[in-house]
C-alpha cells in the first residue's frame, strides 16, 4: 500500500487490537485514523495508548450495515472529545440516510467518513448504507450549511434583522 503515497491510513474497526498491522502503519509515520465500531471504551482507550496522539484521529462508529439510529450513539463523539482533548474526532456512519451524519458534525466531529456508491441497489454488504452521488452532494452541503449555522455562540443583531426590528419592534414605558 506505501507505494501509493497515501495521505493517511484507516485502521478499520475490525483491526482495532491488530497490534502487528498497528506497528506496521506507525512505521510509515503517515497520520493515522482509528475506526471505533464493535469496540468497547477499555479498547479504545488501550489502542490509543499503544498508538500514541500523534497524527491520530479518532472515529466513532458502529459497525452494523446499515446501522439502525438507536444504535448511532452520536454523544460518543462528545465522548471521545472529552477524552482525547486536542485529538480530531469524528464519525463514521454506516446508517441509511444523511441527517445523523449532519447530527454528528452538530455534536462536533471534525470529520466524517460515509462509504460512497454508484447504487445503493448492488450486491454487497455496504452498499443499502452507503451513499450515491445525489446523496454524497446533499451531505456536504447540509454539513457546510450546519457548520455555518452553528456560529460562534456569541449573540448579536444581524444587519439582516436591522430594517425587521426598525418596523416591527414597540417600546412600551412606564406611566
Known amino acids: 500500500m506505501e507505494q501509493f503515497q497515501p495521505v493517511l491510513y484507516k485502521m478499520a474497526s475490525a483491526s482495532l487490537t491488530d497490534k ?63 477524552q482525547f482533548p486536542g485529538t480530531p474526532i469524528g464519525y463514521s456512519g454506516h446508517e441509511t440516510g444523511l441527517s445523523t451524519t449532519v447530527t454528528a458534525v452538530a455534536l462536533g466531529a471534525t470529520f466524517v467518513e460515509r462509504h460512497f456508491t454508484l447504487d445503493r441497489a448492488m450486491w454487497g454488504s455496504d452498499h443499502a448504507a452507503s451513499v450515491e452521488p445525489g446523496g454524497m452532494a446533499k451531505l456536504v452541503r447540509d454539513i457546510r450549511d450546519t457548520e455555518a449555522g452553528l456560529g460562534d455562540g456569541v449573540k448579536v443583531v444581524y444587519e439582516s434583522e436591522k430594517e425587521p426590528l426598525r418596523r416591527l419592534r414597540r417600546e412600551v414605558t412606564a406611566a
Open 20 to 82: 502487528p498491522l498497528l506497528d506496521r502503519v506507525r512505521a510509515t509515520g503517515r497520520p493515522l485514523m482509528l475506526s471505533t465500531g464493535m469496540s468497547t471504551q477499555q479498547e479504545i482507550t488501550d489502542a490509543v495508548a499503544y498508538v500514541g496522539l500523534d497524527n491520530l484521529m479518532i472515529a466513532h462508529s458502529t459497525s452494523a450495515y446499515p446501522c439502525p439510529p438507536q444504535e448511532l450513539n452520536l454523544r460518543m463523539v462528545q465522548t471521545l472529545q472529552a
